[in-house]
Structure formats: structure tokens, C-alpha cells
């Protein structure tokens, strides 16, 4: 390991050049669970797979509290009583709130989300005779809520160093040729 000592004295002439930028400041996080439950009359015998994904959200800010409202999308792939292979999409809306301690909302408040996973699990209940197939489901999604705030922070930008050496620390030496 390598270092070296340098007295204050030094460092006397030292500027330094700052500049104001703007950037987010983490404010607080937390991860939201989110629990849907759904069904759906559907004619399938079979359900090859059901992908599900976040749609559109808006968040309501409050003290230490941030409740989103948005939509999932589903998407069912499933086989028909005739073997063909078919497909639906839903809509649902969904209501959560998340707890962030220290949460202040103003107008630099800044909200992320950020969808970590979405799982889907179902039963279905095949057509029979005349009646339609129940497709009873359920969806879990987990979302990181990022609460952040806009603000200007100083950054050293340019750094001019002009040291001065004391006369008493040169060493002097005779050279002879």
C-alpha cells in the first residue's frame, strides 16, 4: 500500500471550480404486495398460458404514504373444445398502498415504480354440455416504490492545485564533473 503525507500548509493555493446540478434524492423505498383475485367465464378445456403485465399507474402522494392506482394486463392463451388454440385479454384495475416512512410530498416529489415479478395461478372448471368454463384466478405482483426529490447539489468540477514547497526542505547537493 502506498502513501504519501503532505502537510496543510501545502495546500495553501488550492481552488476548486463547483457547478450546481440537478438530482434526485432518495427520500425512501418499499416494496408493495399486490393480490388480485378474478374469474372469468371462458370456453377451454385447456390453458396453455396466462401472461400478465403492469399497465398504466398514478400515484397519490400523502405523508409517509403513496397509494397507486393502475391496471394489469392479462393475456390467456387457451384451447378450445374444437383443439384450437385461442386467446383473450383483460383488463384489471387495481388500488395499493405502500408505506414510506418520511414521505413529505411537495412539488419536487418524484415517484418510481419499478415491477419486480407478477405470478398468476388458476383453476379452471372445463365447459360443460351448454355451460361455459369458470377460469378462477389469481395474481400477485411485487413493486418497488422509489419516493424521491428533486435538488441542486454542488460538484467539484475542476480542481487547480499550485503547491508550494518550502526553501528549507530542498536539498541542496554539490555535483562535481
Known amino acids: 500500500m502506498n502513501s504519501a503525507y503532505s502537510s496543510i500548509n501545502t495546500f495553501k493555493d488550492l481552488n476548486v471550480g463547483t457547478e450546481k446540478i440537478k438530482v434526485l434524492?432518495?427520500?425512501?423505498?418499499?416494496?408493495?404486495?399486490?393480490?388480485?383475485?378474478?374469474?372469468?367465464?371462458?370456453?377451454?378445456?385447456?390453458?396453455?398460458?396466462i401472461n400478465a403485465k403492469l399497465?398504466?399507474?398514478?400515484?397519490?402522494?400523502?405523508?409517509?404514504?403513496?397509494?397507486?392506482?393502475?391496471?394489469?394486463?392479462?393475456?390467456?392463451?387457451y384451447v378450445d373444445p374444437e383443439g384450437v388454440v385461442r386467446f383473450k385479454s383483460e383488463k384489471i384495475p387495481f388500488m395499493l398502498t405502500v408505506d414510506i416512512p418520511g414521505l413529505k410530498p411537495n412539488a419536487f416529489t418524484d415517484?418510481?415504480?419499478?415491477?419486480?415479478?407478477?405470478?398468476?395461478?388458476?383453476?379452471?372448471?372445463?365447459?360443460?354440455?351448454?355451460?361455459?368454463?369458470?377460469?378462477?384466478?389469481?395474481?400477485?405482483a411485487h413493486i418497488l416504490v422509489i419516493a424521491a426529490e428533486w435538488t441542486q447539489l454542488d460538484v467539484v468540477t475542476k480542481v487547480n492545485l499550485h503547491p508550494k514547497v518550502p526553501s528549507k526542505r530542498v536539498l541542496y547537493t554539490n555535483i562535481y564533473w
Open 111 to 140: 415517484v418510481q415504480n419499478h415491477l419486480l415479478d407478477i405470478d398468476v395461478d388458476y383453476h379452471l372448471t372445463p365447459p360443460r354440455y351448454c355451460i361455459p368454463g369458470c377460469l378462477q384466478q389469481k395474481i400477485v
Open 55 to 77: 399497465l398504466d399507474t398514478t400515484d397519490h402522494l400523502f405523508r409517509n404514504k403513496v397509494v397507486k392506482q393502475g391496471t394489469i394486463l392479462k393475456e390467456i392463451f
Open 25 to 49: 434524492k432518495v427520500t425512501g423505498e418499499a416494496v408493495g404486495e399486490l393480490v388480485l383475485e378474478n374469474s372469468t367465464c371462458i370456453n377451454a378445456v385447456k390453458i396453455d398460458r
